[in-house]
């Protein structure tokens, strides 16, 4: 791959490997993508004697368990927190766009932050600021961000590391099927198996771990799909009342249905929740994009994957300014 903007991650990781003490955090609602490229710069600092932290939001989703993780991993109300990030001279930004996406107990430790900030993300209109801003939107995904690093500065990817990156490849191409899926994608994905990771072990682990609960919740979800536009907006609308005992853990990849139905050009999972946010996640085929609708929200994201959260959102309102919003 010889995007011009690949050659600076060897600058980037040429200063933050002066560090002594790295901090990394990604988005809130931890995904594929936030967790394995974490875990997988986690090791590479570590292999060159770093000490490096994790610091999140929200633990490791249960599908994600799987991927090798220790006590490097802090969550937000851990009693050392404030400590870690104090001594920390460097603090790793990974696969998010906007400060608000670290979350409500993190964004106050980074804005009080002093230290260097590197942002490794591939979401387009950063308002993040870092003195190295590594934002590549043309990646599959940050994982692949972090892997090219690694190849850039000769850095060895083991086993574990292997795994942790693909993972993330994996996830965010939909299982190489969304239109960041190309030659050189595939390429690095074959470079990460060969290097350890294996593509069943992952894909079982990480796609087959829906609950009971959570299969029988998308199938009343989608029994009740609202369809416009002539088919071509599928919405998945699951209420506050349905939701009760669940998380959005549990909702995990239901919004992929809705652009699996034929005719659908784009697609949403519209939730409710028991405090009044009301959640979207969008999607659209190559032909159409969704993310200006989530911009309308306050949201952000790609041009076929975005999404948003409403405060004490009228889900009706919503849902009618969506169809509204389409254009299709
Ligand atoms: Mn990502």
Redesign the pocket.
Known sequence: MNHPVYGTLSLAWQALSTATSVLISAHIDPDG??IGSSLGLLHFLRSQGIQAHIVQEHPIPKNLQFLPHDSAFIQHDDPDIAHIVTTADAWCIL?LNAPQRLGPHILPLFEQYSGEVFLFD?HVNPILKAQYSNVIIESS??CEIIARMALAAHLEINTQAAECLYT?IMT?TGGFRHSRTNADVMRLAATLIESGADPVKIYDKVMNAQSLASMQLLGLALSHLSISHEGALILMIIRREQLHGYSSEDLEGFVNYTLSIDGAKIGGLITEWEDGTVKMSLRSKPTHEVRSIAEYFGGGGHMQAAGARVRQGNLEEIVGKIQELVKI
């Open positions: 993508d936030s696969d591939h995904s940050t993330g965010d």
